[in-house]
């Protein structure tokens, strides 16, 4: 019987890691999509080209996944940060739609300062220049 236990402790175990990496892989991967899509909606909003709006729309949506994330490792700074961050892209979004570029500016230089800062609370700089999560 405590055979039976260990091996079910053992599997429980092992599911609950191999869940835990496949949502630190969705989480990276965002992260990994985020930097070149915001590096380039910057580029647009200072051109003043309406495509960022895309842009803007699909951080909306990385950012979803960082909340999950965060959510489900009880990081309420981080969270917060994930939230702030999806709420400018919204902004952003609705500021380019209408033509307001000014409006999306302030709201890009919002969003990207909310970034650094959950990367300075979150985020850890390997010997190798990788980074890995705090």
């Given at each position: 019987m405590r055979k039976l236990f260990s091996m079910i402790c053992l599997s429980a175990t092992l599911a609950a890691m191999a869940w835990a990496a496949a949502d630190e892989a969705k989480f990276?991967?965002?992260?990994?999509?985020?930097?070149?899509?915001?590096s380039g909606l910057g580029k647009k909003i200072k051109a003043k080209d309406a495509s960022g709006a895309a842009d803007a729309k699909e951080l909306q949506g990385l950012?979803?996944?960082?909340?999950?994330?965060?959510?489900?490792?009880?990081?309420?700074?981080?969270?917060?940060?994930?939230?702030?961050a999806g709420t400018e892209f919204a902004a952003i979004h609705k500021a380019i739609n209408s033509g307001d570029w000014d409006a999306a500016d302030a709201g890009f230089k919002k969003a990207v300062a909310t970034c650094g800062g959950c990367h300075g609370a979150h985020r850890e700089k390997n010997a190798d220049g990788t980074f890995k999560i705090k």
């Open positions: 990276v991967a965002a992260m990994k999509k985020i930097g070149p899509t915001c950012f979803k996944e960082s909340d999950k994330f965060w959510k489900a490792k009880k990081a309420d700074d981080a969270i917060a940060h994930s939230k702030t």
